[in-house]
């Protein structure tokens, strides 16, 4: 009886949902200063949204959140709020998968565990009767025995975080906090540990809005490459520009994909962007994300977006197809997977031909090699059994040279 399920119908995989670019800020001192007091006011609001929506657990609702998002709007302003929230959502969502996924290997490490201590001492594995393997020794097997029950304790844990809603996130990375207790084995002091956690912690991110100017009103960036932000209320009379807003000095340049971040601006289309402080580099740098072109083969193949993304994206054609497997739940599945051209080249142009000097001489030879080969019919033989031998006829003899040169030593000529 066959163990696979029956193939379901093929779908489109859907290609890559944005790119991200990025450039240097060399901004001056005063330009640094003003935006590491925005990444820490702001910083330090989504830390507590964070911990205001972890309390909320399953119980969260529109109610809740648009009541978060008035409490943000009166400390920052309305864009910086609904970056926040979002931001917020996302990482609980994030926390969320990763405490699935932790739940599962849990659980596959206990069952993996108590699989072999339910077998003797040494026993080999048997996969056709689905039997583990037994351990080594009775060391091994007690060690074994005391990591079971730690498992189980820490899934009694999980187990009730899951049920409750409640998630454990460390602002600022959770290894980067455990290298506080090894300043001398990571290298660091901690004046230059502090640093890092600081501007890891900050906070300085904003999607975009089609139909703004520029594609984005909260961090803005021109066609000319001014970067001005928009200033919380705390901060307010920071501004140099009307309207609240602080302008850099610096301006920004995307050396990769600048011309499709321009027309993206120039069309008022929706630009995400991020600035961050980079420590061990020194400079700030700002990150920008465009979505993608929409693939014309996948609008085809499968009509609506598969990938659920926005309206008026578009994705880049790929270059060629292929089918592969997709597995799901108990069964397995045909996917036909877009591959997009490695080297970005444009839609309708292919690779120019490398030539070749022994192309040409590769089909004569195979032939002349490929001529003289025969098929060779096997059969079973019998035990003790002699092979028969049979001579080649003289048409299939691969040089006809050499076995008249042969055929005339042996008649002594």
Same mark, same amino acid.
């Given at each position: 009886?066959?163990?696979?399920?029956?193939? +379901?119908?093929?779908?489109?995989?859907?290609?890559?949902?944005?790119?991200?670019?990025?450039?240097?800020?060399?901004?001056?001192?005063?330009? /640094?200063?003003?935006?590491?007091?925005?990444?820490?006011?702001?910083?330090?609001?989504?830390?507590?949204?964070?911990?205001?929506?972890?309390?909320?657990?399953?119980?969260?609702?529109? /109610?809740?959140?648009?009541?978060?998002?008035? !409490?943000?709007?009166?400390?920052?302003?309305?864009?910086?709020? +609904?970056?926040?929230?979002?931001?917020?959502?996302? %990482?609980?969502?994030?926390?969320?998968?990763? %405490?699935?996924?932790?739940?599962?290997?849990?659980? +596959? %490490?206990?069952?993996?565990?108590?699989?072999?201590?339910?077998?003797?001492?040494?026993?080999?594995?048997?996969?056709?009767?689905?039997?583990?393997? $037994?351990?080594?020794?009775?060391?091994?097997?007690?060690?074994?025995?005391?990591?079971?029950?730690?498992?189980?304790?820490?899934?009694?844990?999980?187990?009730?975080?899951?049920?409750?809603?409640?998630?454990?996130?460390?602002?600022?990375?959770?290894?980067?906090?455990?290298?506080?207790?090894?300043?001398? /084995?990571?290298?660091?002091? !901690?004046?230059?540990?502090?640093?890092?956690?600081?501007?890891?912690?900050?906070?300085?991110?904003?999607?975009? *809005?089609?139909?703004?100017?520029?594609?984005?009103?909260?961090?803005?960036?021109?066609?000319?490459?001014?970067?001005?932000?928009?200033?919380?209320?705390?901060?307010?009379?920071?501004?140099?520009?009307?309207? $609240?807003?602080?302008?850099?000095?610096?301006?920004?340049?995307?050396?990769?994909?600048?011309? *499709?971040?321009?027309?993206?601006?120039?069309?008022?289309?929706?630009?995400?962007?991020?600035?961050? @402080?980079?420590?061990?580099?020194?400079?700030?740098?700002? @990150?920008?994300?465009?979505?993608?072109?929409?693939? #014309?083969?996948?609008?085809?193949? +499968?009509?609506?977006?598969?990938?659920?993304?926005?309206?008026?994206?578009?994705?880049?054609?790929?270059?060629?197809?292929?089918?592969?497997?997709?597995?799901?739940?108990?069964?397995?599945?045909?996917?036909?997977?877009?591959?997009?051209?490695?080297?970005?080249?444009?839609?309708?142009?292919?690779? #120019?031909?490398?030539?070749?000097?022994?192309?040409?001489?590769?089909?004569?030879?195979?032939?002349?090699?490929?001529? @003289?080969?025969?098929?060779?019919?096997?059969?079973?033989?019998?035990?003790?059994?002699?092979?028969?031998?049979?001579?080649? #006829?003289?048409?299939?003899?691969?040089?006809?040279?050499?076995?008249?040169?042969?055929?005339?030593?042996?008649?002594?000529?």
């Amino acid at each position: 009886m066959s163990v696979l399920g029956k193939l +379901g119908a093929p779908f489109v995989v859907p290609g890559p949902a944005g790119v991200a670019i990025r450039d240097r800020l060399r901004v001056s001192e005063s330009d /640094a200063a003003v935006l590491a007091e925005v990444g820490m006011v702001l910083g330090s609001l989504a830390a507590a949204d964070l911990a205001e929506r972890s309390r909320k657990g399953l119980a969260h609702d529109a /109610a809740s959140w648009a009541v978060r998002k008035r !409490e943000l709007t009166g400390r920052s302003s309305a864009r910086w709020a +609904g970056s926040i929230t979002k931001a917020t959502h996302d %990482q609980w969502a994030l926390a969320r998968r990763g %405490q699935a996924a932790h739940l599962a290997w849990l659980r +596959g %490490q206990i069952a993996s565990i108590e699989a072999r201590l339910a077998r003797p001492l040494g026993a080999k594995a048997d996969k056709r009767a689905g039997l583990a393997r $037994g351990y080594a020794s009775r060391s091994e097997w007690h060690a074994k025995s005391r990591r079971l029950h730690t498992l189980k304790d820490r899934l009694a844990v999980v187990e009730a975080d899951r049920a409750a809603g409640r998630v454990r996130v460390v602002r600022g990375g959770q290894r980067l906090a455990n290298t506080r207790h090894h300043l001398e /084995a990571a290298g660091l002091s !901690e004046q230059a540990w502090r640093e890092r956690w600081r501007a890891e912690r900050m906070f300085m991110a904003a999607d975009g *809005e089609s139909g703004k100017r520029f594609g984005n009103e909260t961090i803005r960036v021109t066609d000319t490459g001014r970067l001005s932000v928009k200033l919380p209320a705390p901060l307010a009379h920071l501004a140099n520009a009307p309207h $609240g807003r602080y302008v850099l000095d610096a301006a920004v340049r995307f050396q990769h994909r600048g011309a *499709e971040w321009l027309d993206r601006i120039a069309a008022n289309r929706a630009v995400a962007y991020r600035i961050h @402080h980079d420590t061990r580099a020194r400079p700030l740098v700002c @990150h920008c994300l465009l979505a993608a072109r929409r693939c #014309p083969r996948a609008a085809a193949a +499968g009509g609506a977006d598969p990938g659920g993304g926005g309206g008026g994206h578009e994705r880049r054609p790929p270059r060629r197809l292929a089918v592969g497997w997709a597995r799901q739940p108990g069964r397995r599945t045909a996917a036909l997977l877009l591959r997009p051209d490695r080297h970005r080249r444009a839609p309708g142009r292919t690779a #120019p031909a490398r030539a070749d000097p022994a192309a040409a001489s590769r089909p004569a030879l195979r032939g002349r090699r490929d001529r @003289h080969r025969e098929p060779r019919l096997r059969r079973r033989e019998e035990p003790g059994e002699a092979r028969p031998q049979q001579a080649l #006829p003289a048409a299939a003899v691969p040089f006809p040279h050499r076995e008249a040169q042969g055929q005339a030593g042996v008649d002594g000529s």
